[in-house]
């Protein structure tokens, strides 16, 4: 599940050995599935040791990954990488950023609903905003709605045609036209 190379399974035993008995390594991922996941490693006390941890045994240690997101680190490795300045400890996890809830049979709404929130909404929530599907009618216009920092924006038009209707016409062949139904109010709340 997740290879740990020879090297760096020696550097946890070294590590390990500086600290209390019986505390191990945790491997998780914050924000799985999505655009901004992260993946980390951490000393595990036993105490810490949750009824939800899968348990992997190593040499000599042992690591533990909540079952939620056991599958967000297949293939993952962990190396022990050494140059001239000194070792650094790599975490490469290729499926951290896969949205796995994705169903085949989900609706065109289900889907772009998801994709909004993957892919569109993690930019827009830098400057306080998001976005939200309304509906999709028979001729495949895409109805909008803007909150938080995008509402009274005055980049709007730019972030609606640039990026919200650019990225769902290239993802959704079923996709003709976005149309932003937000009634925008400028005021303190908006970004720009």
Do not use: W
């Not at 600290?19 to 799985?32: A, G, L, S």
């Not at 790599?90 to 909004?116: D, G, I, M, R």
């Not at 016409?169 to 036209?177: A, N, R, T, V």
Request: charged letters at 20%; a neutral charge.
């Amino acid at each position: 599940m997740i290879n740990i190379s020879k090297k760096a399974q020696e550097h946890f035993t070294s590590l390990l050995s500086n600290e209390p008995e019986n505390t191990q390594i945790r491997v998780f991922v914050v924000n799985p599935g999505t655009p901004n996941a992260e993946c980390g490693v951490a000393f595990c006390p036993e105490n810490e040791i949750e009824l939800s941890d899968i348990q992997l045994k190593y040499d000599g240690f042992f690591v533990y990954v909540n079952k939620d997101t056991i599958s967000y680190l297949k293939n993952s490795v962990i190396d022990l990488v050494t140059d001239k300045i000194g070792s650094q400890l790599t975490l490469k996890a290729p499926y951290a950023k896969n949205n796995f809830s994705k169903k085949v049979s989900s609706s065109l709404e289900e889907k772009v609903k998801c994709f909004l929130n993957l892919e569109i909404n993690p930019q827009l929530s830098m400057h306080g905003g998001r976005v939200e599907l309304i509906k999709i009618d028979k001729n495949g216009i895409a109805a909008i709605q803007f909150s938080g920092g995008c509402n009274g924006c005055s980049m709007i038009g730019s972030t609606l045609k640039e990026t919200v209707e650019k990225k769902l016409l290239s993802s959704f062949s079923e996709i003709k036209k976005v149309y932003d139904e937000t009634h925008h109010l400028h005021g303190q709340h908006s970004f720009y």
